[in-house]
């Protein structure tokens, strides 16, 4: 089984994907019956390192710093996967809850590509901040990796970052609905979605 339907699998199995009856308020706005978190999926040590094993196939032999973003896991997951594949760190320090340090730029490697870590892509804002700070500190091209691209189709030409991901929330969803861990009326919900994601990125 390749890297995407196992994690996929993993990801179903650990209730890291929810479809539900009750909406979910997006920090889009959009409202939504699917929802993505992988907070307590990361908190599991066997999940983790699946996810370090997933990045590090990826990764092979290219040699770049591992940068962070504005969100609450791409800090842990930078951190665990830069020890563990011996890869420089950057991290980016957003906002003013520490004196003096909004939009501070540490670690890192003048002119060494860096990649942006995070663990869902949705509208990308955070990746594009840090991925300027980064840029302004001279250091090299910079690109996100995510492990879930939850944008629909018609805006991931768009991009302003070159994006990896194993998964799509496409591709989530129908594997969810091909192995049976969609049921009943979240059926509706599910298919409501894919039609969003294909669809006219605007609705």
């Not at 540490?106 to 594009?128: N, Y």
Request: proline residues 5%.
């Amino acid at each position: 089984m390749s890297a995407g339907p196992a994690l996929a699998e993993r990801f179903w199995q650990a209730g890291a994907v929810t479809v539900s009856a009750e909406p979910i308020t997006l920090k889009s706005g959009r409202v939504s019956h699917v929802y993505v978190s992988l907070r307590q999926f990361v908190c599991n040590p066997g999940n983790l390192k699946l996810l370090g094993d997933v990045f590090a196939l990826w990764l092979a032999e290219r040699r770049l710093a591992l940068g962070s973003v504005s969100s609450l896991l791409s800090p842990v997951l930078c951190g665990a996967f830069a020890a563990r594949c011996g890869l420089p760190l950057a991290l980016f320090r957003p906002d003013t809850s520490e004196k003096g340090l909004a939009g501070q730029v540490f670690g890192g490697e003048a002119g060494l590509p860096v990649v942006l870590l995070d663990d869902v892509l949705t509208s990308g804002g955070t990746a594009l901040a840090a991925a300027k700070a980064f840029a302004g500190q001279g250091m090299g091209d910079v690109s996100l990796y995510v492990f879930v691209d939850k944008r629909p189709t018609g805006l991931r030409q768009t991009f302003a970052l070159p994006v990896t991901a194993p998964l799509t929330l496409t591709a989530l969803l129908g594997h969810g609905l091909a192995a049976g861990h969609i049921v009943g009326p979240a059926v509706a919900f599910a298919e409501a979605e894919l039609a969003f994601l294909e669809g006219d990125a605007k609705r």
